[in-house]
């Protein structure tokens, strides 16, 4: 069973920068594909962005990209999210979960919360 767990969230004003981070457990971090998601208030939960196994490939919604940055350490077990030039739309839970492109898989995070003040 794996774990994953999310930090970094917080309160930003737009314009601004934040790095989530999300560090797993239980399993072989590298043996996964895995995707960045976010649930904003009175939505439903949408693709962020997802990452191979490697770290070699990366995938984003159009409404992040060239702002979000998806990364991930194997030997730290850890995947990351870079966000830059935030703005208050940005504002949601933000998930990590195993993901195979925007289709999330069987592995979720308990959620960091994103605010992204105007």
């Known amino acids: 069973q794996v774990q994953l767990v999310e930090s970094g969230g917080g309160l930003v004003e737009a314009g601004g920068s934040l790095r989530l981070s999300c560090v797993g457990s239980?399993?072989?971090?590298?043996?996964?594909?895995l995707g960045w998601f976010r649930q904003a208030p009175g939505k439903e939960r949408e693709f962020v962005g997802a990452?191979?196994?490697?770290?070699?490939?990366?995938y984003y919604a159009e409404s992040v990209k060239g702002r979000f940055t998806i990364a991930r350490d194997n030997a730290k077990n850890t995947l990351y999210l870079q966000m830059n030039s935030l703005k208050p739309e940005d504002t949601a839970v933000y998930y990590c979960?195993?993901?195979?492109?925007?289709?999330?898989?069987?592995?979720w995070g308990q959620g960091t919360q994103v605010t992204v003040s105007s």
């Open positions: 990452i191979n196994w490697s770290g070699g490939s990366g």
């Open positions: 239980g399993g072989t971090f590298s043996d996964y594909h």
């Open positions: 979960a195993e993901s195979f492109y925007c289709s999330p898989r069987r592995y």
